[in-house]
Structure formats: C-alpha cells, structure tokens
C-alpha cells in the first residue's frame, strides 16, 4: 500500500518516506516494552523535515557559519550568498515581482506582527481592519493591540457552521473605513480554502490592501503572489519541510517602501547619530539584527525538495488522501468532522460522542498516532461553532493510505473503550 503512489520525482511514497529520519524511528510509550511506529499527523501543526534540509542546517554551522551583510572575509560572503540565495529562492517560490520584496521574520506571526504594527502605525479612530472569524490567533491577536494603540475597529466576516466564510457579507462590510483586509488561505481547524481571489477583487475594487495568512496553504498548493494580487503574504518556514525560527513576509514594494522599520537595530540603518538615523533599503530596513541564516540555509533546501516533488505530485497525492480521509472519517460512528466536505485541504478536526478530544489524542498517542487536541489557537471559530474542543488529523504527502486506515480502527476502538471500559 505505501509504495503505490510514483511523485514527479519517480520516487514511490515509501522512498519519500525514507527521506525523513523521523518517521523511521519507533515511539517509546510509557508502561510499553514494544516501541510502535510513528503515524504522524499533525503536519499542520509543524511538518516533518527531510533529511536534505537537516543536512543543509548541518552543513552551514560545519563549513559556512559567519555573519551576513558585513564581513569581508570568504566564509562572510559565502553566508551572505547563502542567505540572499534563499531569498531569490523564496522569490520564485511564491513569484514575487521582486526579490527586495521578501522580508525574512521568525514565522507567520512575527510577520503579521510586522505589518499590523508598521502599516497600521497611521490608523486611527476612524479606520477599520476587516478580519475573519476563522482566523488564528496571530491573525487577530496582533490587530487588536493595534486597535489598543491606534483605537482603529475590528470587523470580522462571519462564518457558517460548516466553518465556511459567508462572503455574501463581503459587500456591505468593505467601507471606505476599511485600511486592510486580513484573511487566512486555508483554515487551520477546518481545512476550508478560501476564495482568497475574490476577497482581494473586492477589496482592491475599493482600493484596501489585502493580507493572506499562508500558513497552511503554502505547503500543499503552488502559491503565485502576482497572479493572486494579494498585497502581503506570510509564511512559517517550519510547516514548508523547513526548520522553526524562520518565516517569510512578502509585501508589494510600494507599501513596504512607504511602512516604518518595525524594530530598530543592526543591519536595517543607513547611517545612525546620536540622535536619529535613516534606514537601509528593503529588505533589509525590516531585519534588524543577526538573521538566522541557519535558518535560511535549511529553507531554501525545503523550497529545492518540495519544487523536485513539484506541486502536481504533491497537489494530486493529498487530494486523493484527503477525499480517502475524508470518506474513511465520515463513515465512523459518533464522530462529527468540522468544516466542509468539499473544497477543502487535509486538515480534519472532530469531535466524538463520548469522549473529550484529549483522550482521543490519548488514547492515539498509546498506539503511535499524533493528533492535535485542543482549540488550536482560533479559540473565536471554536466559540461560534459552541465547541471547546477538538482533536485533529492533519495531513501531508509522507502520510499513505494504511495510516489513515490504522487511524479509524484506531478511533473507533477509542469509541469502544471510553463506552465499555468506564
Ligand atoms: N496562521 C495559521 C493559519 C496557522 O495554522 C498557524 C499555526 C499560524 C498562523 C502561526 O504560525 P507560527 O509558525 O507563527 O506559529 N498553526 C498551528 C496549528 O494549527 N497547530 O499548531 C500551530
């Protein structure tokens, strides 16, 4: 069963498997003799690495390790060249216009971050931010310090109980108060895709700059900034196969040009006095201090792996696991799936009859399988769906078809033992 599958690259799924260290290791369970196998499947949470993107981490604090922008010295440049090759990488990989317009942050948060509080440093009273109620918690969190800051308001497109947005509310919430539309691509609890292309016509039809949260899209679909006409987009580099403590903001030149540094320090000055300072051209006047070039280093590997999968492979793979999922799921007693049955990415949260989410993930856990539990940090969403709680499957092309099998038996044997045992 693991090996059916042929990618781009002519590798089966058992060879891509084999890619990943991690998923070659057992897991040691409390109280059990026998190590299990992992079936991890909380991808949306953080992806798993190859083995290339560890090794490129390696082989940068072995031979290349220096610090950027300012050395003369062969092992400066030769990091400089590695960071700034990572850009150009990040460039082609979304399709950005230009390069300078990729600015290098610590993940998705950090430039969300970023742009509430530099382009939102002019808002006041009378502007409004329009958001969504499906968004993470750092798609929301940071505008509402800004609207603390600035007094700007909050407005929010409601969503249905199938964790779909209702964008026929679209029309009468876009004003010419709204300063900027933030919205997530694909949820992170319900898996819905968003039709992020009509969200940004609208908005631009009224001249509002749109944000799209790219957390969980950018993994699993070919993402093109320019066709897409969105005006920022944000990406961690730990859920693209790449390593934790980097992320990516892209923004169109002509309101990165005009925001103010976000913070202050090396790197993104031009020329500092005592008392005031100018600031570096873009990119660099948003990344003060020492990059993490390790960092840059293991993420233009994961961007070199996912383009030799390439996004056809990946698209066509996950989408069938996900509609196998998706069948395999529905068909279990006592389990009610969250979000919409078609249209939709990997990302299956539920809820079961009688028993809490978290011993599901328990309960799981006891045989291998890692799931999410818990409110996955859109504590809104949950709230308007009247749910506290759910655990989660989260997908990814490493998964095959007998883990999603070994999944169900494994919920449903979860159903009787929460029913029998108690
Ligand atoms: N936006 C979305 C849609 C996300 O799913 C996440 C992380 C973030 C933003 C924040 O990303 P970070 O890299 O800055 O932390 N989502 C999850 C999740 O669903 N489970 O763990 C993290």
Known sequence: ??????FANEKNVGEIREEFPILQNKINLVGNDSPVDLIYL???????????????MS?????????VHRALHTLGETATALYE????????????????????????????????????SNLGPEDEILLTEMEHHSNLVPWQLLSERTGCKLKFIPINEHGELELDKLDELLTKKTALVGVVHISNIFGTINNIKLIIEKAHFLDIPVLIDGAQSTPHMPIDVQQLDCDFFVFSGHKLYGPMGIGVLYGKEKFLEKMPPYMGGGDMIRSVKLTGSTWNDLPWKFEAGTPNVGGAAGLG?????????????ICSYENMLTKYAGKLLSGIKNIKIYG?????????????????????AQFLDRFGIAVRAGHHCAQPAMRKLKVSSMARASLSFYNTRSEIEYLVEKINAAGEYFNNGI
């Open 1 to 6: 069963m693991v090996n059916e599958w042929i």
């Open 42 to 56: 909380d991808t949306a949470a953080t992806a798993q690495k190859p083995l290339q993107v560890i090794e490129a």
């Open 59 to 67: 082989c940068y604090y072995r031979e290349q390790n220096s610090n």
């Open 85 to 120: 090759g990572t850009r150009a990488k990040v460039q082609s990989f979304i399709n950005a216009e230009y390069r300078h317009e990729i600015i290098f942050t610590r993940n998705t948060t950090e430039s969300i971050n970023l742009v509430a509080s530099s382009f939102g």
């Open 301 to 313: 590997s994961a961007i070199d792996y996912i383009n030799e999968l390439s996004f056809d492979s």
């Open 340 to 360: 919409p049955a078609e249209n939709r990415s990997g990302v299956f949260s539920f809820t079961h009859n009688d028993l809490h989410p978290h011993d599901m």
